[in-house]
């Protein structure tokens, strides 16, 4: 059975660097392992043994042939992408991997105003052997401005509610947050129901 993990959030939260960390990490363990790179708008990154839809499609190209913007030439990639699932079919079956993890962008609107990532993990679980669950990543220096963190907590939400599949939340770049408090970090880590009620 292969295992596959949507790896989502948004620009700038570390989706790229967390794909990469966990690739290095199961390789070095399983050996059967590849990154599918769906951002189209990543800049000087190449994965290793990845499948990658900057080969199906280039983002470049589509902003100057339809004089579309970063946003609406994303959105573009991503349907010709599902246009062309007979492309990312074969390059599944050529990589033949279990562990899968797929780069997804960073653009809200994919999730919250589109379907196209629901009908992508749709497509997956019903034409692939795939246990397929998303991770979440949110940059940890939401948690010094609460309402941020709310902000991105519901965009967490959302997306959940939208792929409805097995969902995971990450804070990222804890390393960076040494300017807040342990006693505000510590009301993150260790949640108490009597914060709420």
């Known amino acids: ?34 990154i599918i790179n769906l ?28 004089s579309l913007g970063p946003n609406g030439g994303l959105i573009f990639c991503m349907e010709y992408f599902m246009d062309n699932l ?40 019903k034409t692939t052997e795939i ?8 940059d940890c220096q939401f948690i010094g401005d609460l309402g941020k963190f709310f902000g991105g907590t519901i965009t967490a939400l959302c997306c959940m509610l939208s792929i409805e599949i097995p969902h995971y939340n990450v804070l990222t770049k804890i390393d960076l947050i040494n300017h807040i408090p342990y006693s505000v970090l510590e009301k993150f880590l260790f949640p108490c129901n009597e914060l709420f009620f």
């Open 86 to 125: 007979a492309w990312f079919d074969f390059q599944i079956n050529l990589k033949n991997k279990n562990n899968l993890i797929f780069d997804l962008p960073g653009q809200i609107e994919l999730y919250t105003h589109n379907s196209l990532i629901r009908d992508f993990s749709n497509y997956l679980k």
């Open 39 to 66: 951002d189209p708008s990543i800049e000087n990154l190449e994965y290793p043994d990845s499948i990658d839809i900057r080969d199906l499609v280039k983002i470049e190209d589509v902003m100057e042939e339809f």
């Open 1 to 34: 059975m292969k295992l596959g993990q949507l790896v989502m959030g948004p620009a700038g939260c570390g989706k790229s660097t967390y794909c990469l960390e966990i690739y290095k990490n199961l390789i070095s363990i399983k050996n059967s392992v590849t």
């Open 131 to 138: 246990n397929l669950y998303s991770i979440f990543l949110m």
